[in-house]
């Protein structure tokens, strides 16, 4: 486990376009973090480190997914989930969502705890807090997968 203080919606964005660059295809990277932690700022920067124009990003609110397409063709596509409003695992099973994890992209799930039963075991978890001065405490678990 590995924990960041981060200070700024900038650095959050950095830590992004940083820890994008050490993933590899398939990875489905799990965000926990009330509403306005930060977790679409940092993906944000993980759009940008794999070519996707950040200003794309926006949490999928009236929808579960969005889909983002990098520049070339062999570049994984980035599953943009928003579970805020999703009842239960069930339901995420019944739209097939789960088949996009083996699709060779990178999956990204905000409001993870809605699917928490069914995550994949090697799913990485970034969890992110407000802290006392209005800066963000950001954990991403476990470290080997992205050292
Ligand atoms: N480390 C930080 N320090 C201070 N402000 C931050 C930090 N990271 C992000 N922010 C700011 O917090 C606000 C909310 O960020 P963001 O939309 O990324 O949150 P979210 O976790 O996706 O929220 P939601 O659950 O509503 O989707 C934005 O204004 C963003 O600029
Ligand atoms: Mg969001």
Redesign the pocket.
């Known amino acids: 486990m590995t924990i960041y203080n ?4 900038q ?2 964005h950095s830590l992004g376009v940083w820890f994008a660059s050490v993933l590899k295809p398939n990875c489905v990277v799990s965000f926990f ?10 993906i944000k920067g993980m759009a940008e480190s794999l070519g996707v124009d950040p200003n794309t990003v926006n ?1 999928p609110t009236f929808q579960y997914l969005n889909i983002y397409q990098g520049p070339y063709q062999d570049s994984p596509s980035i599953f943009h989930f ?1 579970l ?1 409003r999703l009842e239960n695992s069930e339901d995420f099973l019944a739209m097939g969502f789960e088949e996009l994890f083996c699709r060779g992209g990178i999956t990204c799930i ?2 993870a705890e809605r699917i928490g039963a069914i995550l994949p075991k090697n799913c990485i978890h970034v969890s ?1 807090a407000h802290t006392e001065n ?3 405490q950001v954990k991403i678990e476990p470290l080997e997968i992205v050292s």
């Open positions: 981060v200070a700024s919606a650095m959050m973090g009330d509403l306005a932690a930060g977790k679409t700022t940092f949490s928003d805020y905000e409001w992110i209005g800066q963000r």
